[in-house]
């Protein structure tokens, strides 16, 4: 089961795509220890066996994978990304 694929290929910071479940693993295994000890790579890896042993959907060792890999990204609120939708009723009172 480690051969099965990702559904989308997870690109990595160096160009690279991780395509199977084997090779997340590997890229996981690989890392120093000082990274390979976070618990958002713990997390990760735990994914993938769970995946490998249940025959779970791929797409959960994805999403552990892909958390791990963006651990250090601040996630920001834009406000101006997206309009209100109550910004523009008007109520019948105001009419």
Do not use: C
Request: glycine content about 6%.
């Amino acid at each position: 089961m480690w051969s099965a694929s990702f559904e989308d290929p997870i690109p990595l910071p160096s160009g690279r795509r991780l395509l199977t479940l084997r090779d997340a693993a590997s890229y996981i295994a690989k890392l120093p220890e000082a990274e390979h000890s976070a618990p958002e790579w713990q997390a990760a890896m735990e994914a993938l066996i769970l995946v490998v042993e249940s025959g779970g959907p791929t797409m959960l060792a994805r999403i552990g994978v892909m958390r791990a890999l963006n651990r250090h990204v601040e996630r920001v609120f834009n406000p101006d990304r997206k309009s209100h939708h109550w910004g523009k009723r008007k109520l019948k009172r105001d009419q």
